[in-house]
Structures are given as structure tokens and as C-alpha cells.
């Protein structure tokens, strides 16, 4: 079955980091692009960045530069992203998703982040 | 960046009823690198058109997208109780991909 499984919602206190997972199955692992896609509660879409499973390069919009890290593991079909620096702004569900020339074919279920003192 | 304003709002409608939801850009999306996604209350989005015209994989012939440039529509023809839901267009044409602030379709 074709599917984005995320880690589990968390809860961080401001200035730490988190580090969300998403296990892709069902498909080829290296052959599609995959992005991060961030939703703050009651709010709408926002892209974090893409990676390329293959090479593990990485493109960040402008926003996150110096604060998100997108990483992969080709071994476990897995990508992650690492935000640091939280803030209570970055509370939000973050989802990752597939890429097919831009646009998003897939998506995992979501993970909520929450930023609390 | 390139960004989306999506109208109206909220469109409040029938079962049965057209639908037709805007997205403008504040500047050519190329190659008509435009994608609409429906999104329900605690699912992730879900991809409808690609291309500002193609639909995705089992999506009904219902709807429909058009336009190019900086103005586009998605068209719903007859409306389904599971269509009542949040719309986002996203442009893919230029980075950053940016998306629409949403219209939510509700149930008149």
C-alpha cells in the first residue's frame, strides 16, 4: 500500500528542536521528491522545503533557512525534518508529502507540534 | 514570491448546486503550474487538479479546472455532500510554492 506514515505529535517548550519522521512505503523511496508542507490551528498551507531522497540534497524556503533540517534514511524508506529554535508561532501540524513536479500526489497523515511553556 | 488570493472566502451552497472557486496570482504561474487540493476537518489536503486542468486519480468528472496565467477556477457542476470541505490552489510554476489562503465550501 502507497503510504506516508508520521511520528506522533509532540510537545516541546520554546527554543528546543524537534525531529519529525515519515516513513514512506509502497513505492520507490528515491524515485519522487519529498516535501514538508506546515499548518498552524486554523490556518492554511505553508511549504517548509523539499529534499531529494536520492542525493539528499535540500532546498529550504526562505523562512526556515537556519532553522530546519530535512534529512533522509534511504536503509528505513524515511525522512525527517529537525526544526530548531521553537517558538510558539511553530505550533502547527506538519505534514510531509510526495512531490511530482511541484505538485503533491501524496501525503502523510500529519504530526501536531506544540509550542508551550 | 508569487501570491495566491483565493475568492470568496466561504461560498455557501445546496447539494445539486455549481460551484466555481477563484484562485488569482499576483503574477504569471508558468506553464499553468497550478494544483487544487480539498481539505477536511482533521485529514491531510488532497490533491484534485494538476496542470490548472488535470484531474488526479479517481476524482470525479464533477470537477473541473481552468485558466491560466494569473487566473484561475476550479468548477464543481452538481454538488455532493462530500464535497463541503476547504479548497487551497498551490502554484508550483516558481520558488517558493506558495499556496491560496483557502475558501471553505459549507453547506447552505
Known amino acids: 500500500q502507497v503510504q506516508l506514515v508520521q511520528s506522533g505529535a509532540e510537545v516541546k517548550k520554546p527554543g528546543a528542536s524537534v525531529k519529525v519522521s515519515c516513513k514512506a512505503s509502497?513505492?520507490?523511496?528515491?524515485?519522487?521528491?519529498m516535501n514538508w508542507v506546515r499548518q498552524a490551528p486554523g490556518q492554511g498551507l505553508e511549504h517548509m522545503g523539499i529534499?531529494?531522497?536520492?542525493?539528499?540534497?535540500?532546498s529550504y524556503a526562505q523562512k526556515f533557512l537556519g532553522r530546519v533540517t530535512m534529512t533522509r534514511d534511504t536503509s528505513t524508506s524515511t525522512l525527517y525534518m529537525e526544526l530548531s529554535g521553537l517558538r510558539s508561532e511553530d505550533t502547527a501540524v506538519y505534514f510531509c508529502?510526495?512531490?511530482?513536479?511541484?505538485?503533491?500526489?501524496?501525503w502523510g497523515r500529519g504530526t501536531l507540534v506544540t509550542v508551550s511553556s | 514570491e508569487i501570491v495566491l488570493t483565493q475568492s470568496p472566502g466561504t461560498l455557501s451552497l445546496s447539494p445539486g448546486e455549481r460551484a466555481t472557486l477563484s484562485c488569482r496570482a499576483s503574477?504569471?504561474?508558468?506553464?499553468?503550474?497550478l494544483a487544487w487540493y480539498q481539505q477536511k476537518p482533521g485529514q491531510a489536503p488532497r490533491l484534485l487538479i494538476s496542470?490548472?486542468?488535470s484531474r488526479a486519480t479517481g476524482i470525479p468528472d464533477r470537477l473541473s479546472g481552468s485558466g491560466s496565467g494569473t487566473d484561475f477556477t476550479l468548477t464543481i457542476s452538481r454538488l455532493e455532500a462530500e464535497d463541503f470541505a476547504v479548497y487551497y490552489c498551490?502554484?508550483?510554476?516558481?520558488?517558493?510554492?506558495?499556496f491560496g489562503q483557502g475558501t471553505k465550501l459549507e453547506i447552505k
Open positions: 508529502a510526495r512531490g511530482r513536479g511541484g505538485y503533491f500526489d501524496l
Open positions: 509502497g513505492y520507490t523511496f528515491t524515485g519522487y521528491y
Open positions: 529534499i531529494n531522497p536520492s542525493g539528499g540534497s535540500t
Open positions: 503574477q504569471s504561474v508558468s506553464s499553468s503550474s
Open positions: 496542470g490548472a486542468s
Open positions: 498551490q502554484q508550483y510554476g516558481s520558488s517558493p510554492y506558495t
